[in-house]
């Protein structure tokens, strides 16, 4: 399984890679707005939006490339480790 990530804390990015990693899913992540983000995300199982990190704008493209991919969101307010793995334990 796929996901992508969009939102969380700089400093985290390594753990959401390892706790990806333990459930067997294979992640990007993405904390800041890329120029070509759009490009980057390319077709995941699932998409996992930590809100309470994450601009609109970002929001926004993400929303829009699982719409028109028909991918599945998760939303989420906080960018924790236990959140993450309480996402991938639910889809993984």
């Known amino acids: 399984m796929s996901i992508v990530i969009i939102g969380g804390h700089d400093r985290m990015v390594r753990q959401y890679h ?3 990693k333990a ?3 294979k992640a990007k992540v993405f904390t800041q707005m890329a120029g070509d983000l759009k490009k980057q ?3 995941p199982d699932l998409f996992v939006l930590f809100t309470n990190t994450v ?3 970002m929001v926004k493209c993400a929303l829009d ?3 028109r991919n028909n991918i599945e969101v998760v939303r ?3 960018s924790s480790r236990a959140a993450l ?3 991938l334990g639910n889809y993984c």
């Open 18 to 20: 390892d706790i990806c």
């Open 23 to 25: 459930y067997k899913c």
């Open 41 to 43: 995300m390319g077709k």
């Open 55 to 57: 601009s609109h704008k």
């Open 65 to 67: 490339e699982a719409k």
């Open 76 to 78: 989420c307010h906080t």
């Open 85 to 87: 793995e309480e996402i």
